[in-house]
């Protein structure tokens, strides 16, 4: 009965500390807007609410599966899509051209988090799922840091970048990804930005959907080695019952 009591006490504390070393305890969500792309409620809304399209001519849309130039309805699935998502292929929209290069940006205000953020322990990381049936198309998201609240004015630090580059010839493939790191001292707005690049052909293929964002602490390692320890005693304790 003694060793039954403790054994789940065990248990249930192991899992409360891998829960804190893993997830980004106390952590809040940044407020992206439309970041799942369902704001609209429609197809081929360009560019999405809340994003800025920066390209020459329009080159995002929200899209649905099982359109030209779109993910099937299984593909969608399997990049953990739902409902509409963001795209970059003309023939979805009934466009006929679309240019070689696009770019789509949203700045999130983080004024709200502007004390913490300057105690300079903050990180934060935006989390989006994409996919791509073309190798000949690829993109870069970044995030970049700013001391205005409407990212005017000059960038802080180098930011957060990550190449899109599928790299599997015509399959289509997707990805998770999860871009962020320390907040600068200062920051009081990021700004999400995608940049696509097609290499060949006349239509880009890339696709996203499910933008999040969550900024928190950065645990202190002498509380790590504290939840270590306190660890460690468990283990002991429950060696010795
Ligand atoms: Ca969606
Ligand atoms: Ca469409
Ligand atoms: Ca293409």
Do not use: C
């Amino acid at each position: 009965m003694i060793w039954a009591f403790n054994r789940k006490f065990f248990l249930s504390t192991s899992a409360l500390l891998a829960a804190l070393l893993t997830a980004p305890a106390f952590g809040a969500s940044i407020g992206i807007v439309n970041g799942d792309f369902e704001t609209d409620g429609v197809d081929n809304a360009a560019p999405p609410s809340g994003w800025t399209d920066n390209s020459s001519s329009t080159s995002f849309w929200t899209g649905v599966p099982d359109e030209g130039g779109n993910l099937s309805s299984g593909d969608a699935t399997a990049a953990g899509f739902s409902g509409f998502f963001l795209t970059t292929a003309r023939t979805s929209a009934g466009a006929g051209s679309q240019p070689s290069t696009g770019q789509l940006v949203q700045t999130v205000d983080l004024s709200p988090f502007g004390t913490d953020i300057d105690n300079g322990d903050q990180q934060l990381f935006v989390d989006f799922d994409w996919a791509s049936g073309d190798f000949n198309d690829t993109g870069v998201f970044s995030l970049s840091f700013f001391g205005t609240t409407d990212g005017s004015g000059a960038e802080l630090g180098a930011g957060f970048s990550e190449q899109l580059d599928d790299a599997d010839n015509f399959n289509v493939v997707s990805f998770h990804e999860s871009v962020g790191g320390l907040v600068p001292v200062g920051t009081r707005s990021v700004t999400l930005q995608i940049d696509t690049s097609r290499a060949s052909g006349s239509e880009t293929n890339l696709w996203f959907d499910n933008f999040t964002g969550d900024i928190a602490t950065i645990p202190e390692p002498a509380s790590l080695v504290l939840m270590g320890l306190g660890g460690l005693a468990m283990i002991a304790y429950r060696k010795r019952v």
